[in-house]
C-alpha cells in the first residue's frame, strides 16, 4: 500500500492537525521524498508538533519518521519508472488485428475490475448526486471521455459543465462562480495533458472535491484527487484504449439512476417528449423512460 492509499484509508480518524500533516504531504510529495527534509522543518512548516507528527507516521503504519521518508522516496522512484508506457508484446503475431484489439481491451476490462474499490466507487456516485454543479475536466486527447460523459450525465441532472481546454480566462470565470458543493471528474492518462494537469491543481487550490480517472496510482493526478477510479493502459499503437474508461462512465450513470430511480425516470421522459417535438432521432416507436 502506498503512502497516499494509506493517508486515504486513515483519513477519517484524523486529528485536525493530522488533516493539517496529511494535506501537506500530499501537496509536497516530491519534495518529501527528493529533498532531506526532516520532522523539525515539517513541524515548523505546519505548526504541528513532531509528536504530533510522530503519531501520524505511526497511524500510517510506520515505526518512525525515517521509515515514513524510506516508503515516500520508494513511492517517489515507483512513480517515475512507472512512467514508461506499457505495450503490448505481441510482436508480428498472425491473429486478425480486430482480435488482437479486443483481446487487449478485454484484458484491460478485467485488470480494471480488479482495481476497483466499492466504497470508493459508491462514494464518488455519491458526491455526482448531491453536488450543485458537476465539471467534467480532460483536455485533448481524453476530451472525447468528457464529451461521452457530459452526453449522457446531463439527461439526469442539472449543473453539468464540460472543461476542455486551459483557457485561462474562461477558467479563472468558471472558477469563481462555482457553488460550494462542486464536484470536478477529471480525466487524464498516459501521456498525461499538460493542460488537464494544471486545471487539477487549480480546483485543488480552491477547495473543489475532485474525482481522479485515471490509469494508476502512479498517475500525476492522484495526490490532487480527493478520490480516484482507476482503468489501466496498454498500447499497441499511440490510441488509447478507451473500453474500460467509457464502461466506468456508463457504470457511474448506472449508479446514479439507481440513487432515485423515479426522479431520474421523470427526467427522462421529459427528455423523450423534447426528443420527439424537435425530431432527433429517426426511430421514434422507442422510449427509454416507458421502458425503465
Known amino acids: 500500500m502506498t503512502v497516499l492509499e494509506r493517508i486515504r484509508s486513515n483519513s477519517e480518524g484524523f486529528s485536525r492537525k493530522m488533516g493539517v500533516l496529511a494535506k501537506y504531504v500530499v501537496d509536497n510529495l516530491n519534495d518529501l521524498a527528493v529533498v532531506d527534509i526532516n520532522a523539525a522543518e515539517i513541524s515548523r512548516r505546519t505548526g504541528a508538533s513532531e509528536a504530533t507528527i510522530s503519531r501520524f507516521v505511526r497511524k500510517l503504519g510506520f515505526r518512525n519518521f525515517p521509515e515514513f521518508r524510506t516508503a515516500l522516496r520508494q513511492q517517489i522512484h515507483a512513480r517515475v519508472s512507472s512512467r514508461s508506457f506499457r505495450m503490448d508484446q505481441g510482436g508480428d503475431s498472425e491473429e486478425p488485428i480486430y482480435l488482437r484489439v479486443f483481446n487487449l481491451e478485454r484484458s484491460l ?62 477558467l479563472g470565470m468558471i472558477m469563481d462562480s462555482l457553488p460550494k458543493r462542486t464536484t470536478a471528474i477529471v480525466f487524464s492518462f498516459p501521456r498525461y495533458p499538460r493542460g ?61 439512476y439507481r440513487k432515485d430511480p423515479q426522479k431520474y425516470k421523470k427526467r427522462l421522459q421529459k427528455y423523450e417528449e423534447v426528443a420527439n417535438e424537435s425530431d432527433i432521432f429517426v426511430s421514434k416507436g422507442f422510449s427509454f423512460a416507458e421502458m425503465l
Not at 201 to 229: K, W, Y
Open 109 to 170: 476490462m478485467e485488470e480494471a475490475l480488479g482495481m476497483m474499490d466499492p466504497l470508493v466507487f459508491d462514494r464518488c456516485v455519491e458526491l455526482i448526486r448531491s453536488s450543485d454543479e458537476v465539471l467534467l475536466v480532460g483536455c485533448s486527447p481524453n476530451g472525447f471521455l468528457v464529451d461521452y460523459a457530459y452526453s449522457f450525465l446531463r439527461l439526469y441532472r442539472d449543473g453539468v459543465r464540460p472543461v476542455k481546454e486551459l483557457d485561462l480566462p474562461s
Open 196 to 256: 488537464t494537469q494544471r486545471i487539477i491543481e487549480m480546483l485543488h487550490d480552491r477547495g473543489v472535491r475532485t474525482i481522479g480517472i485515471t490509469d494508476s496510482e502512479m498517475s500525476p493526478i492522484v495526490p490532487f484527487s480527493d478520490d480516484a477510479l482507476f482503468t489501466p493502459h496498454k498500447y499497441l499503437i499511440v490510441t488509447d484504449p478507451a473500453a474500460s474508461a467509457v464502461s466506468l462512465v456508463h457504470a457511474l450513470l448506472v449508479g446514479l
